[in-house]
């Protein structure tokens, strides 16, 4: 199964390692190091789930959250946030918003595919006719 994943994290090198594993596993990726690029991507790109670094800067995860639940032409898709250690302070600026999934970094690639693929739909499997 692939996924479309949207990942929005000020860390390059992490999404790097990330985009590459997640493609060569067959997801479409895209990835965006602030919060506005995160907004445009969401409405081009259009993906199935966004993995979300609370502390991104222009607008920062909360932010990102708060505008897809307002604009009706940001898609609302499942969101996995992904941070290091336990950020309390960034997890209540998020608590108003639906989160899917929190997980802590350094995240195996594995275990973030593993984690988005349990977030998509499944796809429909063709039968030759």
């Known amino acids: 199964m692939s996924a479309r994943v949207l990942i929005a994290d000020p860390d390059v090198c992490l999404l790097e390692t990330y985009r590459d594993y997640l493609e ?3 997801d479409q990726v895209a990835t965006v190091v602030d919060g506005l690029a995160c907004l445009e991507q969401l ?3 259009a993906p199935d789930v966004l993995v979300l670094e609370p502390s991104i800067p222009w607008g920062c995860g909360d932010g990102v959250l708060a505008l897809m639940h307002e604009e009706p032409d940001v898609p609302q898709v499942p969101v996995i ?3 290091y250690g336990r950020d309390r302070a960034a997890l209540y600026r998020m608590a108003p918003f639906k989160i899917d999934d929190y997980q802590i970094k350094p995240l195996r ?3 973030l595919a593993t984690r988005i693929h349990a977030l998509t739909p499944a796809q429909e499997a063709t039968v030759p006719g």
């Open 24 to 26: 060569r596993h067959g």
């Open 43 to 45: 409405r081009k790109f």
């Open 109 to 111: 690639p594995s275990r």
């Open 81 to 83: 946030v992904l941070t």
